[in-house]
């Protein structure tokens, strides 16, 4: 099983609304991550976890907030979201840290794709 | 500072022929690994080929290799043969730590029928 699997594929929220994005992957993987990315763009890093620990928050408003239940899951809770907010939020996962022979790419889940109106 | 460059912001290709894409890097690490993604506007990172800076030869995966000069700092992707699914944004990406990824800007690639 190489994949990760987010849910849900599309989501409209209002800007007082709570919401959850999942990820899922089960390749036991060590490393997570959220990107989010707006159109014809690279992806922008905002949360690395590793070994279910934050690791990496690239100074992410807090009306994101993310958390990590267990090694092969991922949640990403939005709160108070502005419209400039709206945007493709990836998952990833990799091998994670440790030795060199250990290092992979990261794979993708299908993303999120998040308005908020 | 890690950073990736990809000077090329479009790029179009008659179906079966060859277009090279180029990425540039930066970066004061001799441990690192370069990947090639591909995003459809399906809009899944599917990962196309991957190459081990400690590896000599460069990497092939059928239609698509890579041109690494790591002295240069160089990682290009050559792909052959192109098909009309190759049309897509290509992001070159770089690790040292497996832990963090960096993208370039991506170069968008037309296919021309």
């Known amino acids: 099983d190489t994949e990760v699997t987010q849910t849900p594929k599309h989501l409209v929220m209002g800007m007082t609304n709570k919401k959850s994005l999942k990820c899922e992957q089960h390749?036991?993987?060590?490393?997570m991550y959220w990107y989010k990315q707006k159109a014809k763009k690279p992806p922008e890093l905002m949360f690395v976890y590793s070994y279910e620990k934050l690791s990496i928050n690239e100074s992410v408003p807090s009306r994101f907030s993310p958390e990590c239940p267990n090694s092969s899951l991922l949640n990403l809770h939005l709160h108070a979201l502005q419209p400039e907010d709206s945007a493709l939020y990836l998952c990833?996962?990799?091998?994670?840290?440790?030795?060199?022979?250990?290092?992979?790419?990261?794979?993708f889940g299908q993303g999120t794709r998040l308005t908020v109106v | 500072a890690q950073t990736v460059t990809q000077s090329q912001p479009e790029m179009s290709v008659q179906e079966a022929e060859t277009v090279t894409l180029s990425c540039t890097y930066d970066t004061s690490e001799s441990d690192y690994y370069l990947f090639w993604y591909k995003q459809p506007p399906s809009r899944q990172m599917i990962l196309v080929i991957r190459q081990e800076a400690y590896k000599q030869q460069n990497a092939t995966e059928n239609r698509f290799s890579v041109n690494f000069q790591k002295a240069a700092k160089s990682f290009s992707l050559k792909i052959s043969d192109s098909q009309l699914g190759d049309a897509a944004m290509y992001f070159c990406a770089y690790t040292t730590t497996g832990n963090q990824f960096y993208f370039g800007t991506g170069t968008s690639l037309t296919v021309i029928p």
């Open positions: 390749m036991g993987h060590r490393a």
């Open positions: 990833a996962s990799s091998q994670g840290p440790g030795l060199r022979e250990m290092y992979t790419e990261a794979f």
